[in-house]
């Protein structure tokens, strides 16, 4: 597939440690790489400023305000670069409706448009309450997260986008209400780890984006961020078809990028009209 510049996003991985500012600096990096790219939108992974679940309450609260570090931050890349930017994830301790939660925060995905304006809020609904076998052996988002309910979609100079968080993608029902509110492109910020990435990761990207004939812009946090804790990366960005389009296949920091063919879409719909087939 030829690139058009009319179309591109490029997908962040990173590898995100303790420090936020060494995280921000990574990202800027990035965003800047993006920009050069010639992407229109880039967006980031999950917990791409915060990683450490004991720095997220703290953080949370100084976030509740446009003026907290990290929003501050991607405003500024975003109004600087005239890039959209989908901010991955990062805790709030307030809900959209500006009320404080208190003894949680949510894992919140914001949109920042080219002039750095705040455009929409997504919560993650889905929480990974689970046991790995892995190092670390337990998740516990919950404990940590009170999820969001609303289903969002915001429109974007690449087509209506449909944001989701990481542990979403095994709900296919979040996907199809997304759909059903226009989506042509969803995008799946995510820190899944090396264990059920290695097991689920492209197969469940292939079906959202098969079932839902619509493309899955998926960039991870990807490699060894403690002795305990490794995550599976492998961000990439599949067409409506379930074509595996651009897969960065090495840990580590890095972009891929991808033009969004808005007429492949349609013509993926056009052949095989399964959202008028469906009966349930």
């Known amino acids: 597939m030829v690139e058009s510049s009319a179309s591109k996003v490029a997908a962040i991985q990173m590898v995100s440690g303790s420090d936020i500012q060494t995280n921000l600096d990574e990202a800027k990096r990035l965003l800047v790489e993006s920009a050069e790219a010639g992407a229109l939108v ?3 992974p999950e917990n791409f400023a915060v990683l450490n679940t004991r720095q997220m309450l703290e953080q949370g609260r100084r976030e509740s305000v446009a003026s907290g570090e990290i929003r501050a931050f991607i405003a500024e890349q975003a109004s600087e670069l005239g890039i959209w ?9 307030t809900r959209p409706d500006g009320h404080l939660i208190g003894d949680r925060v949510r894992a919140a995905c914001l949109v920042y448009d080219d002039l750095g304006a705040e455009v929409a809020r997504y919560d993650k609904v889905h929480l990974f309450d689970a046991t790995v076998e892995d190092a670390q052996g337990q998740y516990r988002e919950s404990d940590t997260f009170e999820p969001g309910s609303p289903v969002v979609t915001v429109e974007t100079p690449v087509g209506v986008l449909g944001l989701a968080i990481c542990y979403d993608l095994r709900f296919p029902e979040l ?3 997304l759909r059903a509110k226009g989506a042509e492109w969803i995008s799946l910020p995510s820190a899944f780890t090396y264990n059920t ?30 002795a305990r804790r490794q995550t599976y990366g492998h961000s990439m960005i599949v067409d409506p078809w379930g074509k595996i389009v651009v897969e960065r296949e090495e840990e580590g920091a890095g972009i891929v990028t991808a033009s969004l063919d808005r007429q492949l879409m349609e ?14």
Do not use: C, K, Y
């Open 267 to 280: 013509e993926v719909r056009t052949r095989m009209p399964v959202w008028t087939h469906r009966r349930l």
């Open 175 to 177: 996907f199809r209400a």
């Open 85 to 93: 930017i989908v901010a991955g994830s990062m805790p709030l301790a």
């Open 197 to 226: 990435g290695d097991a689920h990761w492209h197969a469940l990207l292939r079906a959202r984006a098969i079932e839902n004939q619509v493309w899955m812009v998926a960039p991870g946090q990807g490699g060894h961020h403690s």
């Open 42 to 44: 880039a967006v980031l």
